[in-house]
């Protein structure tokens, strides 16, 4: 045991690669992982619905086509994470930093995200119907063809947001105004 918490401690990367398949099982049977290191991680696909994994370090991990349905990813770090095509219906992503992130096609629908940074980040072709982007911060973030029918952005920074072909009808823009249903690309109000 003390040499496992040594390799831990003193070589994070060896210590993740080498017990890769271990931490997944852990991971996998108690579904939760809070403030756990799991960077670089090929969690591909995984099932981890209802998963409790907030303050975890998942930076350049990959999720893609991950089942997160209600994962709970509360000041977690994210960065360069790639969840493309993951579902994350109703997950909880407050605080979050998702810089850069992929997260192309996800299924967000009704996810929160308040407060969280995804500056840079890839949600093109994505579903964020009834999701809250509250307070987050979204410069140069990519929501190109997503579907944000309802989605919460008062208070979002969006600055250089590119919402090219996005629907955006029933939408509460940044300014509390409400875009007007049909209204694609930018919110007409």
Excluded at 16 to 38: A, H, P, T
Excluded at 115 to 143: H, W
Excluded at 146 to 172: I, K
């Amino acid at each position: 045991m003390r040499s496992i918490l040594f390799f831990l401690l003193f070589f994070p990367s060896f210590a993740v690669q080498g017990m890769d398949l271990s931490i997944q099982e852990g991971l996998l049977k108690n579904r939760r992982c809070v403030g756990c290191d799991l960077r670089g991680m090929d969690l591909h696909e995984v099932d981890l619905q209802g998963a409790l994994l907030s303050g975890a370090n998942l930076q350049g991990a990959n999720l893609q086509g991950a089942k997160l349905k209600g994962v709970r990813f509360y000041k977690s770090h994210l960065v360069k994470i790639d969840l493309s095509f993951a579902n994350l219906q109703e997950a909880q992503i407050q605080e979050a930093n998702l810089l850069e992130g992929v997260l192309k096609g996800a299924d967000l629908r009704k996810a929160n995200l308040e407060q969280s940074n995804l500056e840079g980040a890839n949600l093109s072709q994505a579903d964020l119907r009834g999701a809250t982007l509250e307070g987050a911060f979204l410069k140069k973030t990519s929501f190109k063809g997503a579907d944000l029918r309802g989605t919460v952005f008062f208070g979002a920074n969006m600055t250089e947001t590119d919402f090219t072909d996005a629907q955006l009808g029933g939408a509460y823009w940044f300014n509390g105004d409400r875009c007007l249903q049909g209204s694609r690309g930018n919110c007409q109000k």
